[in-house]
């Protein structure tokens, strides 16, 4: 059952005033999501787990400073983008460069599984060819707006772009995905493939 945007506040309220379920309650609620969305933006699981780790250890910590504007999701996956992009700046991981592997998360979504049962299995290689011919930041908004359920608002705020520029990259990415493809339920099928 999924938590009223109301209750979610109050569980975040409860998490600054130092109240320890209520910030497993919000670790337990997003974790998946955050690593679903980082491993779009490291590769490397075990240190995306360590990221996500460290990033939940400095929110206890801050937790009494901490602002929240919109949703709790929102919050946390700005933040650990954040937190990553820093990373890279100050590791190795230009050595890795950043790439999003849509097979994982195909692999990793039930979802995937059942529609992969009832469409034809050359019509969901021929989607997975054909996003990965995409530019990363198009993979990644794609991956915002279907995968997360982002608003166009929310993602333009994640990635550091207007909304008119969000807007530009989903809809050439959605055209280039639908002239490749050539499949006419393509949008339908970009919205189970990415929930």
């Known amino acids: 059952m999924e938590k009223r945007?109301?209750?979610?506040?109050?569980?975040?309220?409860?998490?600054?005033?130092?109240?320890r379920e209520a910030f497993a309650a919000v670790y337990r609620q997003h974790s998946l999501a955050l690593i679903a969305y980082g491993l779009r933006l490291c590769p490397d699981r075990h240190l995306?787990?360590?990221?996500?780790?460290?990033?939940?250890?400095?929110?206890?910590?801050?937790?009494?400073?901490?602002?929240?504007?919109?949703?709790v999701r929102f919050y946390l996956l700005r933040a650990l983008r954040y937190k990553l992009l820093?990373?890279?700046?100050?590791?190795?991981?230009r050595q890795h460069p950043m790439t999003i592997d849509i097979d994982t998360l195909l692999q990793e979504s039930i979802e995937t599984s059942i529609i992969e049962n009832e469409i034809h299995s050359s019509q969901v290689a021929s989607l997975r060819e054909a996003i990965r011919t995409l530019s990363l930041r198009q993979q990644e908004v794609i991956q915002l707006r279907y995968y997360q359920g982002l608003s166009?608002?929310?993602?333009?705020?994640?990635?550091?772009?207007?909304?008119?520029?969000?807007s530009n990259l989903l809809h050439r990415a959605l055209q280039r995905l639908k002239d490749l493809v050539k499949m006419p339920a393509l949008y339908l099928l970009l919205s189970f493939l990415f929930r």
């Not at 990373?87 to 991981?93: F, H, M, N, P, Y």
């Not at 929310?154 to 772009?161: E, K």
Request: charged share 25%.
């Open 5 to 19: 945007p109301d209750d979610e506040m109050q569980q975040w309220l409860h998490f600054k005033n130092g109240d």
């Open 152 to 166: 166009h608002e929310q993602i333009a705020a994640l990635m550091d772009l207007n909304y008119q520029s969000v």
């Open 86 to 93: 820093r990373l890279e700046k100050s590791r190795a991981l």
């Open 48 to 71: 995306l787990k360590d990221q996500i780790q460290e990033l939940f250890v400095e929110l206890w910590h801050s937790r009494k400073n901490l602002a929240l504007a919109g949703s």
